[in-house]
C-alpha cells in the first residue's frame, strides 16, 4: 500500500523502490494525493496507455512506469455489487487492505415510505448488537444519499438442502439472535414524527436469503427493513394501513392477514419455515405458478415435512410441523428447547 506523497523510482532513497527494471529512471514519478507527476524520467511516466507529465489517478487505472505495471487501487473502493432491490444497491467495499464492509446505498428515486423502511433499517441495526446479528459498521452520505455499512458475510446466503444436524445448528443459532430481538429496547418513530422507546422487535421478513454465513460458517441475520418495536405497532407510522411486505413463501397466514400487527411468533414461524427449507430444499407449501401466492398461503396448508422428505427424524418433524400449523405461538427458546430435545 502506497502513502501520499510517494516517490516511485530505482533510487534507494524512493518511497516506491522498482530496483530491477533499468527503464526506470531513480527519481521517475510522484503520487502525491490522487495526482501522479512525472519527475522529468527518461522514458516517461505512462496512464493507461498515454504518457503524461501530470493525471488525475482513478481506482483501477494501470500506471506503465519502465516496464513495470503498477495497478491503482484506492481505498475505499467497491469490489463489486453483492445484491440489488427495492431500496437500493448492496456492495462490497475494501475500506483498506483486507477491511472488507458491505454497504447498502438507498436509490435515490425511491418513495417516501420505501426510504422511511430504510431509515427503520438503520435505526433497527444500529440499536441491535447481538453475535448471530449483522453487526452495524456505520452510516453515512454521498451528495444526500444515505449509506449504512455492514459487517461483511463471506460465506453468503444459507443453502438447501443441507445435513439435518446443520441446518438445527444454524437454526439455532437464528433462535437466539430472535430471542434477544424480540426483548430488545430499539427506537421507534411515531407517526407524529416523535421518538418512543419500543420494547421487542419483530423481524418480519425472516427468509433465507436474509439468512448470511461468515466465512467460518456462522450464522447472522440481517435485512431488518420491515423490523417493527411490536408494543408500539398500533402507534408507529412506519407501515400503511393495508400495506404488506416480506416474502409470503416463509411468512405465516397470520402475519398475511395482520402484517401491520405482527408480532415475536410470526418470527418464529418463520425461521421454523427456513429450517423445514434448509432441510428438504422446498418451503413448507407448494406455489403452482398460476396460483396468487397469497391466496396459497390463506388456503392451503404447509406440507407435512415427512412428506416431503421421509428420512427427517419423527422427533423433528413432530416439532417443526407443530409450529407450521400457525396454532400454536412458541418463542424463540421454546422452540430452541424443544429442537435441542429432538435431537
Not at 449483522?134 to 443441507?162: F, H, K, M, Q, W
Not at 430471542?179 to 421478513?205: E, K, N
Not at 415435512?305 to 427458546?333: F, G
Amino acid at each position: 500500500m502506497i502513502t501520499s506523497p510517494c516517490v516511485i523510482g530505482r533510487g534507494s532513497e524512493c518511497d516506491f523502490r522498482i530496483a530491477g527494471d533499468p527503464k526506470v529512471s531513480r527519481r521517475h514519478c510522484v503520487i502525491d494525493g490522487v495526482t501522479v507527476h512525472d519527475l522529468g524520467s527518461r522514458n516517461g511516466t505512462i496512464v493507461n496507455g498515454e504518457a503524461t507529465t501530470t493525471a488525475e489517478l482513478h481506482d483501477g487505472d494501470e500506471l506503465l512506469i519502465g516496464d513495470t505495471t503498477v495497478l491503482v487501487t484506492m481505498f475505499p473502493h467497491v469490489v463489486r455489487e453483492l445484491g440489488r432491490g427495492a431500496q437500493g444497491v448492496v456492495e462490497l467495499v475494501e475500506q483498506a487492505p483486507g477491511d472488507f464492509v458491505a454497504v447498502k446505498t438507498l436509490d435515490d428515486a425511491v418513495d417516501p415510505e420505501t426510504r422511511a423502511d430504510f431509515q427503520r433499517e438503520l435505526d433497527c441495526t444500529k440499536a441491535l448488537r447481538h453475535k448471530h446479528i449483522v453487526e452495524y459498521r456505520g452510516s453515512d452520505s454521498v451528495n444526500g444519499v444515505p449509506r449504512i455499512r455492514y459487517e461483511y458475510c463471506a460465506g453468503g446466503t444459507v443453502t438447501g438442502p443441507l445435513p439435518i444436524d446443520r441446518a438445527v445448528s444454524l437454526t439455532l443459532q437464528a433462535l437466539d439472535a430472535l430471542a434477544y430481538a424480540h426483548t430488545a429496547d430499539i427506537p421507534v418513530r411515531l407517526a407524529d414524527g416523535s421518538t418512543a422507546v419500543g420494547h421487542g422487535l419483530v423481524h418480519r421478513d425472516l427468509k433465507p436469503q436474509n439468512l448470511l454465513l461468515t466465512a467460518d460458517g456462522r450464522l447472522k441475520i440481517a435485512d431488518f427493513g420491515l423490523a417493527k418495536a411490536f408494543d408500539q405497532a398500533g402507534l408507529s407510522g412506519r407501515t400503511r394501513t393495508g400495506a404488506m411486505g416480506g416474502t409470503v413463501a416463509f411468512m405465516p397466514r397470520r402475519q398475511v392477514l395482520d402484517f401491520k400487527y405482527a408480532r415475536p411468533a410470526v418470527d418464529v414461524w418463520a425461521i421454523t419455515a427456513c429450517l423445514y427449507w434448509m432441510i428438504t430444499g422446498q418451503p413448507p407449501r407448494d406455489f403452482p405458478p398460476e396460483v396468487n401466492p397469497v391466496t396459497v398461503v390463506l388456503r392451503r396448508p404447509p406440507l407435512p415435512i415427512r412428506d416431503r422428505l421421509p428420512t427427517v427424524p419423527a422427533a423433528l418433524a413432530e416439532v417443526i410441523d407443530a409450529v407450521l400449523t400457525d396454532t400454536i405461538e412458541p418463542t424463540a427458546a421454546d422452540l430452541a428447547a424443544a429442537l435441542m430435545g429432538a435431537q
